[in-house]
């Protein structure tokens, strides 16, 4: 965004192309179209502010597709020359040395970050390296692969054994990242830029274009076979390479979600459900087999692009993107016959091809988005008359480019690394080093390649030393546009990450500090009122406040507050079920104290189970709800419909067991808590040690003491500190004549409560204190 914001006023005339030379050229015909049918499925959107502003870990949103639109017409206005195309394309050169050097430290545990999230496959953590997940690294690496090789073959062409050393590395560490990435569509992608490049280059009569990639090939295999061998996790890896081989076909979850993509198609044929709101849509169409399989998961995109932009854009956006690719194909015939550089041709064909391949199982990010836009842009641009060489040099240019990225990257790791576990793990250490050293070798081994057989930059600089600048009416609008790029900066960029940091703070104090969360997304939402996003963690962070908080008056405004958050989210998105199963729970709230009626707070939960009919946790929150608003009738509805959908979800079960306790029915109510204790509970210990708690009490009431005392001992061992639980442990081995027992559980409670009246009861009853 920052760079489209830039290059949107430095590059005017670019984004204004004539009516005959779109004609001329299908390529930029079809991305005009494709950014209009954007336009179009953002006004019929079923969420508008989705749409433009893009879905919470998607933002593929209107704002994204101009800013596309934006790179690919200026990077053909700017790359006026066969050697600018190259230059340009040595970029993603030193971008996939980073990312490959960086997974394989992750490979050997010395990555100098810790993540709390990862992706594992049968006990292996598959390494993201710089993109944050295993398949867009992988998908990056076999885009930019076509580029290093092209890139090697020059440096072998001009004798220079240092950087081809330092290319051929790149690729080799590219192909081994891939593989070790484990991602199926990564695999399929790198297969068919490999035939393309090879292909390409027996085509072109340029054999040792074919011969690099073969050899690029057998070291990739080399180097994965010193991995197994050499790292402690090696078998590890290999495990998780071949076991994702094995099962190369299984793709249980993603066969609904595009089943669910196709049908939202065929709900909104024409303009989609609008741009980036898969998510929201998707609720509709989630079945209990979804969910069974891929257990309170939410697809923010359908993992196969052509079904996502279906469902998203409708038949528009699928006749602009057929414009887009049959736009390609005759950039690519075009370019070839221009014949200015056929290697280069052939690698940014490979690239889109790999894209396009990744893409059918995958969905698009910015680090795979710019890539196959300005790789589309150079092939457009070369598809056209052309020159050989620029009309100036460049050089220097080129030069202070890459210094000053190299110099930014710096800083932006070490901003990112925290002392304690390089103190911890000082190997941590060395990991960080080698990514360093990728950068400086892979942004030096550029300069040098592109240094070759000229002037040194210094001597270029002072052979051409400038003219004395006068201030004409050419620079003054230069000024201009420049003031306008900022204010575009600040308000695309600068307020939006200022926003973003806030909520992030928010998010982080809300468990131990929530008035300090609250206050911190105030700011967030002060920033950015229409991210709906940032309303809803400042409704959970009000809410969390107003749960801690013992004054009434307090816990009154607490929930007001996350009321008015939660209703504003609700109508920026008035579709996401989730906005409205969040109101629910505060009415509940605020019903229980008696500030509103408990009507409205079911309401709300209707409204999201309309929406969203197979979420299981909706069921369970709108039980609690009534159960704590007294409405007993309701909480056994919604208890019973949840376990109907989900008989081995456990919390639905173990409601109902409860409810039938208190409805006076022991023994119905011990056989629904002991079938909910044997069945699937998704990491809720808690409410599992609730549940093992409500058994216990169950059997007292039946008259079986022992059967209670080992069910409230499985409650106490799942969560020591629960008081319920423990008084019934107290009273199974009272009623088992276990007297100095039980005494010694009452005590243990009244030190953790010492204002527990039954437990203090029951002492002295047993003439105890």
């Excluded at 929930?559 to 008015?564: F, M």
């Excluded at 509805?637 to 959908?645: D, E, S, V």
């Excluded at 044997?678 to 169950?698: I, K, V």
Aim: glycine content about 8%; aromatic content about 6%.
């Amino acid at each position: 965004m920052a760079t489209a914001s830039v290059l949107a006023v430095l590059v005017p005339s670019a984004l204004a192309p004539g009516g005959r030379r779109l004609l001329r050229d299908p390529l930029r015909l079809g991305v005009v179209l494709f950014a209009l049918s954007a336009v179009v499925s953002t006004v019929t959107s079923l969420s508008p502010w989705t749409s433009i502003l893009g879905a919470h870990e998607s933002y593929f949103g209107l704002l994204t597709f101009l800013a596309y639109a934006v790179l690919f017409f200026a990077t053909r206005a700017l790359c006026a020359s066969v050697e600018d195309a190259r230059r340009l394309a040595l970029a993603p050169v030193v971008a996939a040395g980073v990312a490959a050097t960086y997974a394989v430290v992750q490979i050997a545990g010395l990555d100098p970050i810790l993540y709390a999230r990862t992706a594992d496959l049968g006990g292996f953590v598959r390494p993201f390296a710089t993109l944050g997940h295993p398949n867009f690294l992988s998908a990056f690496l076999a885009m930019a692969l076509p580029l290093v090789i092209v890139a090697l073959d020059r440096a072998l062409r001009n004798r220079q054994p240092v950087v081809a050393a330092v290319f051929a590395l790149v690729a080799v560490l590219s192909g081994a990242a891939i593989a070790v990435a484990v991602s199926r569509g990564a695999w399929l992608a790198a297969a068919a830029a490999a035939a393309i490049v090879v292909g390409g280059a027996w085509a072109g009569a340029r054999g040792r274009v074919a011969a690099v990639a073969a050899g690029v090939a057998g070291g990739t295999a080399a180097a994965l076979g010193v991995l197994a061998v050499t790292l402690p996790a090696g078998g590890v890896v290999l495990r998780g390479l071949l076991e994702r081989v094995r099962y190369f076909a299984e793709s249980a979850g993603r066969q609904h979600i595009w089943r669910a993509a196709w049908d939202l198609f065929r709900d909104h044929p024409l303009t989609g459900t609008g741009l980036d709101t898969f998510q929201v849509a998707f609720a509709d169409k989630r079945t209990p087999a979804y969910w069974a399989i891929e257990w309170n998961a939410s697809p923010a995109r359908a993992h196969n692009e052509a079904l996502n932009l279906l469902a998203t854009q409708g038949a528009l956006g699928g006749v602009a993107v057929l414009a887009v690719v049959v736009g390609a194909l005759l950039a690519v015939r075009r370019a070839l016959r221009a014949g200015a550089d056929r290697g280069l041709v052939v690698a940014l064909a490979a690239g889109v091809a790999a894209f396009a391949v990744q893409d059918l199982f995958s969905f698009t990010v910015a680090a795979c988005g710019t890539l196959v836009v300005t790789q589309a842009a150079l092939l457009s641009r070369l598809a056209e008359p052309i020159g050989t060489a620029p009309a100036r040099d460049g050089l220097t240019s080129h030069a202070l480019a890459v210094a000053i990225v190299t110099l930014v990257a710096i800083p932006v790791l070490a901003l990112n690394l925290s002392a304690a576990p390089l103190l911890d793990e000082p190997a941590r250490v060395i990991g960080g080093l080698l990514v360093l050293l990728a950068l400086l070798a892979g942004a030096a081994a550029v300069f040098a390649l592109e240094q070759h057989g000229r002037a040194s930059v210094l001597a270029e600089r002072a052979r051409s030393r400038p003219a004395a600048r006068t201030w004409d009416r050419s620079r003054v609008a230069l000024a201009v546009r420049w003031a306008i790029g900022a204010i575009l900066l600040a308000g695309l960029v600068v307020r939006p990450f200022a926003a973003a940091r806030a909520a992030y703070r928010g998010v982080l104090l809300t468990p131990d500090a929530p008035a300090a969360a609250v206050r911190s997304l105030e700011q967030a939402v002060a920033l950015e009122p229409f991210t709906e996003l940032y309303w809803v963690k400042l409704g959970a962070a009000a809410h969390a406040l107003a749960r801690a908080s013992d004054q009434a008056e307090a816990r009154r405004q607490a929930l007001e507050r996350a009321r008015t958050a939660y209703e504003r989210a609700a109508r920026l998105v008035p579709a996401n079920s989730y906005d409205h199963a969040n109101l629910g729970r505060v009415l509940a709230d605020l019903a229980r104290d008696g500030a509103t009626r408990p009507a409205t707070a079911l309401a709300a939960f209707d409204r999201a189970l309309a929406m969203d009919p197979n979420n299981a946790y909706f069921y369970v929150d709108a039980a609690n709800a009534a159960l704590a608003m007294d409405d007993v009738d309701h909480a056994q509805a919604y208890a019973a419909r949840g376990a109907a959908l989900y008989p081995r979800f456990a919390i639905p079960r173990a409601q109902l067991g409860h409810l039938a306790m208190l409805r006076g029915r022991p023994a119905e109510g011990a056989a629904l808590l002991q079938a909910a204790l044997d069945g699937e509970w998704y990491g809720a210990e808690r409410g599992r040690a609730g549940a093992a708690s409500n058994l216990a009490a169950a059997w007292l009431q039946l008259g079986k003491p022992a059967e209670a005392t080992a069910a409230a001992r499985l409650a106490l061992s799942l969560a020591p500190s629960t008081v319920e639980a423990r008084f019934n442990l107290g009273k199974a081995l009272e009623a088992q004549g276990r007297r100095a027992e039980a005494i010694d559980e009452y005590r243990r409670l009244l030190q953790q409560r010492p204002d527990y009246e039954p437990a203090r009861s029951s002492l002295r009853a047993l003439g105890a204190s």
